[in-house]
């Protein structure tokens, strides 16, 4: 009875099987690539209809949406709300160091403003992260960098599309001795002290399609903001053209042992309200950005245990551990606040433009702000470098595109570019003899980020298979027209001593990416669209 029962059951079990329907499958969701407008950087809005081509080949539904530079920046970092994005990092000198661009992969940074808006998450990663910030044997610590690049790879939580070269111009009829930096260009903060007019008019005219996207000290994300500010508030190092780290508002940087240093600053330094600058306005600004919402110089600040003031001109940093690259990096981004005008504002992220205090003690003064139009500062006089510079203020205009600055230029209406030349524009400029034509390589890079909290981009075979569907090599040679190079890790190859060459680097291949998908348990529909 038994038996037969089982044999019945199994019978039925398996007529049932053979007749019920499949499993239902759900398409993958709509993505919407965010990108810049095509008159603030054409090269990035044309790249996203190239990803967005590929991926829509795939079976994907996908949007593009271009937006205000100033809006994307904000949906990016302080909202973290898109699907994935493409901006881009600058490679201003500090980051020839590899600290900064690997700590945008640190889980740490995924806090609101923070600089890993993607939310990657790796406790591997971030152990290696740590780990070579503590080691001071530069071998040793290129070792972790590089395995901190193999290791994040294959989970490309971000790609780096390409390595824009800089390419840009100065009007060689109305200054010299302008000297471009690796990653920087000519709108460097070195430039303004070291170059020479060659009339009557000393004033340095600098043209650009984008303004800050503020130029509150506590606010602001953008490499716009930070240029400009850099000017008028000085810091404790600055690092010098060849990525030497200078004292600058301090004369000595000591280490007492491995976790804690002694900065001496220097004597008759004046804010520009014209009180002093005392070791307590350096312990005030640290302890000021440590307790404040701000992230974006979290990755510097996280060896700081405290800062104590140790003399009218002397304080002491404390660290919870060993870090390599503080004096070099630390020391020389974080700018000095007037504690006497700061210390009453509780709540700095949420200043108006107009409440926003502007007083530093930097080479240049803070004199105006049109928004949308222009900017000034004039020389500081009263700086203790103001005798090795030549202008007697910087200028900033501000254009609608880049057609606008190139314009400009052509017309003597500014004296150098701030932002990068368009292709089309390069012979142009090299076939008139007012313009000197600079070209440098960049350590910075273009990047798609993908929003890893968010289906389907959560899915590390999603990734692998969207970045499989990125013809980035045509991006360089017909965007760029060859002006660049394809991205492999967020170290660029240029930077030859921290990047790894030996990584996993997934170019072009379509029937790669569909592998990638139907391996993870995707298929497509009867309409071609992406399914699971």
């Not at 569909?514 to 529909?525: F, N, P, T, V």
Request: hydrophobic letters at 40%.
């Amino acid at each position: 009875m038994k038996s037969s029962h089982l044999l019945a059951c199994t019978a039925i079990t398996a007529m049932l099987g053979a007749t019920a329907p499949a499993m239902a499958q759900e398409r993958v969701p709509p993505v919407e690539i965010y990108t810049t407008t095509e008159s603030y950087d054409p090269i990035r809005y044309e790249g996203a209809f190239i990803i967005a081509d590929a991926w829509r080949e795939l079976g994907l539904d996908v949007t593009v949406s271009p937006l205000e530079f100033r809006t994307l920046l904000d949906r990016f970092y302080s909202e973290q709300d898109f699907d994935t994005t493409i901006l881009g990092w600058s490679g201003r000198v500090d980051r020839l160091d590899p600290q900064f661009f690997l700590g945008t992969l640190d889980s740490r940074q995924g806090a609101m403003g923070a600089n890993n808006p993607g939310g990657y998450d790796n406790p591997d990663y971030d152990a290696l992260y740590d780990a070579q910030s503590r080691e001071f044997d530069v071998e040793a610590r290129r070792d972790i960098v590089h395995e901190m690049q193999e290791l994040y790879m294959p989970d490309v939580p971000v790609v780096v599309l390409f390595h824009r070269d800089e390419v840009v111009a100065y009007n060689n009829t109305t200054f010299t001795n302008m000297n471009a930096m690796a990653g920087e260009g000519l709108y460097s903060e070195w430039v303004p002290l070291e170059a020479e007019p060659v009339g009557d008019r000393a004033t340095l005219r600098i043209g650009g399609p984008q303004e800050p996207d503020n130029v509150n000290p506590l606010a602001s994300t953008s490499v716009w903001g930070w240029k400009w500010m850099r000017l008028y508030y000085d810091r404790l190092v600055r690092l010098t053209p060849d990525v030497e780290p200078q004292p600058w508002a301090a004369t000595s940087v000591d280490a007492v042992d491995d976790v804690t240093i002694d900065v001496t600053l220097r004597e008759g330094m004046l804010f520009h309200d014209g009180e002093p600058v005392t070791a307590e306005d350096v312990a005030f600004t640290f302890d000021y950005y440590m307790n404040s919402e701000y992230s974006y110089f979290n990755a510097y600040l996280a060896p700081v245990e405290s800062v104590e003031v140790t003399g009218d001109l002397t304080v002491r940093f404390n660290l919870s551990e060993p870090s390599a690259p503080f004096a070099t990096i630390t020391l020389s981004q974080i700018p000095i606040l007037p504690k006497h005008i700061w210390e009453g504002i509780e709540n700095p992220e949420d200043l108006t433009p107009d409440q926003i205090p502007t007083v530093g003690s930097g080479p240049f003064v803070y004199d105006r702000y049109d928004r949308g139009e222009f900017m000034s500062l004039t020389t500081n006089s009263d700086h203790f470098y103001a005798d090795n510079i030549s202008v007697d203020g910087v200028e900033f205009v501000i254009y609608a595109d880049a057609e606008g600055v190139f314009t400009a230029l052509q017309t003597g209406q500014i004296d150098m570019t701030a932002w990068r030349m368009e292709p089309g524009q390069i012979p142009l400029a090299e076939g008139n003899d007012d313009l000197t034509v600079v070209s440098v390589p960049d350590f910075g890079y273009f990047h798609m980020t993908f929003n890893t909290r968010r289906a389907p981009f959560d899915d590390v075979a999603v990734r692998r298979a969207l970045t499989y569907a990125m013809d980035r090599e045509r991006m360089v040679n017909v965007l760029l027209d060859g002006r660049g190079e394809v991205g492999t890790t967020v170290v660029a190859p240029v930077n030859a001593y921290w990047h790894n060459p030996f990584v996993e680097r997934f170019e072009f291949d379509m029937d790669a990416a569909r592998s990638e998908l139907e391996g993870a348990g995707y298929s497509w529909d009867s309409e071609g669209r992406l399914v699971r």
